[in-house]
């Protein structure tokens, strides 16, 4: 059996609204099924089958038996390359140029729009099913009232089980679904292990799905997308597998970076006389060498269960006598990560944390934050990497070895902010003596749509539901399988937060926000060191022309777009005036109170028993705007966030509360003023503003279920008897 190969890579697609799949006697024969696999925030040359001591053995086997491309590149950005994946069009033209926030242009829309059709939707109609697990991150409408028709199912995948949001806990997801519910590792029906790690979650359950297909359309080819998070930051991983790298990485950053670059020489990935962009950080200034050793055992870890899982899925193919017939992609989303997550501020001390229940959702994909058994996750200078209750990156020097011997990281649209890996398995697809070669053709996300149309002999659309749609940009990679040249019309381009890029044959033009064009040859300067702007300013003048043009025609334009101030979005809500609530009332959407703009009157009776009945009587809204109602330290506290940040902030506090019952009045008035009154006596004003836009998260008694509004971890239930809550606006 020849070895297999995989390659973790994208979709792109055209957007059907409604579409029917086909029938199974129009699905044809030996179209080959379709797995798509992305891990996150990994650099080029981390995978051992690309240099790095990793142990990685299952894609290492794919690659041995498969494609290695050596210039493969994404967008530099998780949500931008999600997006081109998917679509198969720069990030832009799909509506997610930046992350996930309505900056008011088409190009930075936060959201997948419906301009472009994702690879589910159009592999379907010709026959395809169409799976999904892991991380979408392409939707800015997530929890409990997050719009569906722009989750997974709602954009053509069938079954799906991930998470919605871009990062959280490996052993307790933030927004974890499976279909369009959300759910907890606690109360998930169809999967519960004795021990949960995320990884392992989402290779289970692409194995499943494959298992499930095997039974259900046995005769049909099918898609499957496998996002992993791994090894985006938090560093998190069970510790049996961190103690097979301890003490590996105790020497620092060179001896690995050094060793990384004689072994990529080794296998012809750089060429011999290749340089290396010089180091970011120097092992002797490490204060806390222990901690950041940890770091890196703890993502060496990481990416080894995420191989692992690979292994499953392969495994899963072969038992289903499906591998030969599978082209399996692997590839990452951007390179190595050097954002300073957890590594700087501790969190502010929390107190009155309980275990969450079964049905508790976790919202929160970062601090505060608490976990499942009640515990506070920690960050700042002295918390170790990798158990459950802290929230920590591995920081810009790991990150400089792991995109080894490139410059820069995720963000930057320098070589080692978009190269990626990209191994391509395919036993019946792939002629014998290509086994194991290297394949140094420039590629990018784009196209990956193009080989998904032509490998499933689908018809990309030029129009969903009488809507046209934009034309898919790039080529099919199917030539290149063979050692055959591509056929690309057009030079590749990028923009990312102002940095930008174009890529033409061996040329490279590339420049930061606000910077200059800097020209490389790569093909001789892979490590952008020897900038040739000035010795060809004929050629660089030629292909920043090339770029101008892209980006008026990609939506790239306003080129600072991504920093626009958040376009206002209209939230429904109730129109009633007064609202009388019991126990355990839960009001999203229309049925939540509207309380922009206008005064608020909540009045509260409840029953205390115990010495410290803290927690939550009512709270709407979150972290970017609402109310709570709470108890901190048996003290009642009314806080309104007018916007987001703490500058936004007011509260006023009230005194100690005795067991017994009481009744608690929090106003604020016209001119935004907090009052609070306790048992018939009243503070003095304090300051604040008014709540200036309709919260998306709703309203709920007895706990803050949604995105927290107060500094307290969800679901801050109250320990105490609410009899009562009535709420008034106006």
Same mark, same amino acid.
């Given at each position: 059996?020849?070895?297999?190969?995989?390659?973790?890579?994208?979709?792109?697609t055209a957007?059907?609204?409604?579409?029917a799949?086909?029938g199974?006697?129009? +699905?044809? =024969?030996?179209?080959p099924?379709?797995?798509?696999?992305?891990s996150?925030?990994?650099g080029?040359?981390?995978?051992?089958? &690309?240099?790095?001591?990793?142990? *990685? @053995?299952?894609?290492?086997?794919?690659?041995?038996?498969?494609?290695? !491309?050596?210039?493969? &590149?994404?967008?530099?950005?998780?949500c931008?390359?999600r997006?081109?994946?998917?679509?198969?069009?720069?990030?832009?033209?799909?509506?997610v140029?930046?992350?996930? +926030?309505?900056?008011?242009?088409?190009? &930075?829309?936060?959201?997948?729009n419906?301009?472009s059709?994702?690879?589910?939707?159009?592999?379907?109609?010709?026959?395809?099913?169409?799976?999904?697990?892991?991380?979408?991150?392409v939707?800015?409408?997530?929890?409990?009232?997050?719009?569906?028709?722009t989750?997974?199912?709602?954009?053509g995948?069938?079954? !799906?089980y991930?998470?919605? *949001?871009?990062a959280?806990?490996?052993?307790?997801?933030?927004?974890?679904?499976?279909?369009?519910?959300?759910?907890? #590792?606690?109360?998930?029906?169809?999967?519960?292990?004795?021990?949960?790690? /995320?990884?392992?979650a989402?290779a289970?359950?692409?194995?499943?799905?494959?298992?499930?297909?095997?039974?259900e359309?046995?005769?049909?080819?099918?898609?499957?997308?496998?996002?992993?998070t791994?090894?985006?930051w938090?560093?998190?991983? #069970?510790?049996?597998?961190? +103690?097979?790298?301890?003490?590996?990485?105790?020497s620092? &950053?060179?001896?690995?970076?050094?060793?990384?670059?004689?072994?990529?020489?080794?296998?012809?990935l750089? @060429?011999p006389?290749?340089? =290396?962009?010089?180091?970011?950080d120097?092992?002797d200034?490490?204060?806390?060498?222990?901690?950041?050793?940890?770091?890196?055992?703890?993502?060496?870890?990481?990416?080894?269960k995420m191989?692992?899982?690979?292994?499953?899925?392969?495994?899963?193919?072969k038992?289903?006598?499906?591998?030969?017939?599978?082209?399996i992609?692997?590839?990452?989303?951007?390179?190595?990560?050097?954002?300073?997550?957890?590594r700087? +501020?501790?969190?502010?001390?929390?107190?009155?944390l309980?275990?969450?229940?079964?049905?508790?959702?976790?919202?929160?994909?970062?601090? #505060?934050?608490?976990?499942r058994?009640?515990?506070?996750?920690?960050?700042?200078?002295?918390?170790?990497?990798?158990?459950?209750?802290?929230?920590?990156?591995y920081?810009?020097?790991?990150?400089?070895v792991?995109?080894?011997?490139?410059?820069?990281?995720?963000?930057?649209?320098?070589?080692?902010?978009?190269?990626?890996?990209?191994i391509?398995?395919?036993?019946?697809?792939?002629?014998?003596?290509?086994?194991?070669?290297?394949?140094?053709?420039?590629?990018?996300?784009i196209?990956?749509?193009?080989?998904?149309?032509?490998?499933?002999g689908a018809?990309?659309?030029?129009?969903?539901?009488?809507? #046209?749609?934009k034309?898919?940009?790039?080529?099919?990679l199917?030539?290149?399988?063979?050692?055959?040249?591509?056929?690309?019309?057009? @030079?590749i381009?990028?923009?990312?937060?102002?940095?930008?890029?174009?890529?033409?044959g061996?040329?490279?033009?590339? =420049?930061?926000?606000?910077?200059?064009?800097?020209?490389?040859?790569?093909a001789a300067?892979?490590?952008?060191?020897?900038?040739?702007?000035?010795?060809?300013?004929?050629?660089?003048?030629?292909?920043?022309a090339?770029?101008?043009?892209?980006?008026?025609?990609?939506d790239?334009?306003?080129?600072?777009?991504w920093?626009?101030?958040?376009?206002?979005?209209?939230?429904?809500?109730?129109?009633?005036?007064?609202?009388?609530?019991n126990?355990?009332?839960d009001l999203?959407?229309?049925?939540?109170?509207?309380?922009?703009?206008?005064p608020?009157?909540?009045?509260?009776?409840?029953?205390?028993?115990?010495?410290k009945?803290?927690?939550v009587?009512?709270?709407?809204?979150?972290?970017?705007?609402?109310?709570?109602?709470f108890?901190?330290?048996s003290?009642?506290t009314?806080?309104?966030?007018?916007?987001?940040?703490?500058?936004?902030?007011?509260?006023?506090?009230?005194?100690?509360?005795?067991?017994?019952?009481h009744?608690?009045?929090?106003?604020?008035?016209?001119?935004?003023?907090?009052?609070?009154?306790?048992?018939g006596?009243?503070s003095?004003?304090?300051?604040?503003?008014?709540?200036?836009?309709?919260?998306?998260?709703?309203?709920?008694?007895?706990?803050?279920?949604?995105?927290?509004v107060?500094? /307290?971890?969800?679901?801050?239930?109250?320990?105490?008897?609410?009899?009562?809550?009535?709420?008034?606006?106006?």
């Amino acid at each position: 059996m020849r070895a297999w190969v995989w390659a973790a890579a994208l979709l792109a697609t055209a957007g059907w609204t409604a579409f029917a799949d086909a029938g199974e006697g129009e +699905a044809k =024969a030996k179209r080959p099924n379709i797995v798509i696999v992305l891990s996150d925030d990994m650099g080029f040359s981390d995978l051992g089958c &690309y240099g790095g001591e990793l142990t *990685t @053995p299952n894609l290492d086997g794919l690659a041995s038996g498969g494609v290695r !491309f050596t210039q493969f &590149y994404n967008t530099a950005r998780c949500c931008p390359t999600r997006a081109s994946l998917l679509t198969g069009l720069y990030p832009h033209q799909a509506g997610v140029g930046h992350m996930m +926030a309505d900056r008011g242009h088409d190009g &930075y829309r936060g959201v997948l729009n419906r301009d472009s059709a994702t690879i589910a939707e159009v592999l379907r109609p010709a026959g395809y099913r169409a799976y999904m697990v892991g991380k979408w991150h392409v939707s800015r409408f997530v929890g409990p009232n997050g719009d569906r028709a722009t989750w997974p199912l709602g954009r053509g995948f069938e079954k !799906f089980y991930g998470t919605i *949001t871009g990062a959280g806990s490996y052993f307790d997801p933030s927004n974890l679904c499976r279909q369009e519910t959300l759910i907890t #590792p606690e109360n998930d029906p169809e999967y519960r292990p004795e021990s949960y790690y /995320y990884t392992d979650a989402l290779a289970d359950n692409a194995a499943k799905y494959i298992r499930e297909h095997q039974a259900e359309s046995p005769d049909r080819p099918f898609f499957l997308y496998v996002a992993f998070t791994a090894a985006h930051w938090p560093m998190h991983a #069970p510790d049996a597998d961190v +103690a097979r790298y301890e003490g590996k990485y105790d020497s620092g &950053y060179a001896p690995v970076r050094e060793a990384r670059v004689a072994r990529m020489k080794e296998l012809g990935l750089i @060429p011999p006389d290749a340089e =290396a962009a010089p180091p970011s950080d120097d092992w002797d200034d490490v204060e806390d060498k222990a901690r950041e050793a940890r770091g890196k055992e703890v993502y060496a870890a990481m990416v080894e269960k995420m191989d692992a899982g690979v292994g499953r899925i392969v495994a899963q193919l072969k038992d289903s006598g499906a591998l030969d017939d599978t082209l399996i992609l692997y590839l990452q989303d951007n390179g190595a990560c050097a954002e300073e997550t957890g590594r700087q +501020a501790p969190q502010d001390p929390a107190e009155g944390l309980e275990p969450m229940g079964p049905d508790d959702l976790q919202l929160r994909g970062s601090p #505060p934050m608490q976990t499942r058994d009640g515990r506070q996750v920690r960050t700042g200078p002295g918390v170790m990497p990798g158990p459950a209750d802290t929230f920590v990156a591995y920081g810009r020097g790991w990150a400089n070895v792991s995109n080894t011997p490139f410059r820069e990281y995720k963000h930057w649209t320098h070589e080692g902010g978009i190269s990626t890996p990209l191994i391509a398995h395919w036993p019946a697809g792939i002629k014998a003596e290509r086994e194991g070669k290297l394949e140094p053709q420039p590629g990018h996300l784009i196209d990956l749509m193009a080989t998904c149309v032509d490998l499933a002999g689908a018809e990309y659309p030029a129009e969903v539901d009488g809507r #046209p749609i934009k034309p898919r940009e790039g080529v099919s990679l199917r030539p290149a399988f063979d050692g055959l040249p591509l056929d690309r019309p057009s @030079p590749i381009f990028w923009e990312h937060e102002g940095n930008r890029a174009v890529r033409e044959g061996d040329w490279k033009l590339v =420049a930061k926000e606000g910077g200059p064009w800097e020209l490389y040859n790569i093909a001789a300067d892979r490590a952008e060191l020897h900038d040739l702007a000035a010795e060809h300013p004929d050629r660089a003048k030629t292909m920043a022309a090339a770029w101008d043009a892209y980006a008026a025609r990609a939506d790239v334009l306003p080129l600072g777009g991504w920093r626009a101030r958040p376009a206002a979005t209209a939230v429904a809500a109730s129109d009633g005036r007064r609202f009388e609530l019991n126990a355990d009332a839960d009001l999203r959407g229309a049925d939540a109170p509207a309380i922009a703009g206008r005064p608020i009157a909540i009045t509260a009776k409840i029953t205390t028993r115990a010495r410290k009945p803290d927690g939550v009587i009512v709270a709407q809204g979150g972290t970017a705007a609402g109310f709570t109602l709470f108890i901190d330290d048996s003290r009642p506290t009314f806080l309104v966030r007018s916007g987001a940040g703490q500058a936004n902030a007011a509260r006023v506090v009230g005194p100690v509360l005795e067991p017994g019952e009481h009744v608690i009045v929090a106003r604020i008035d016209a001119a935004g003023a907090l009052t609070l009154e306790v048992d018939g006596v009243a503070s003095e004003p304090t300051p604040g503003k008014l709540i200036q836009r309709q919260p998306l998260d709703g309203l709920q008694v007895g706990r803050d279920a949604a995105g927290t509004v107060g500094p /307290y971890a969800s679901p801050n239930r109250l320990k105490a008897t609410v009899d009562s809550v009535v709420v008034e606006v106006d």
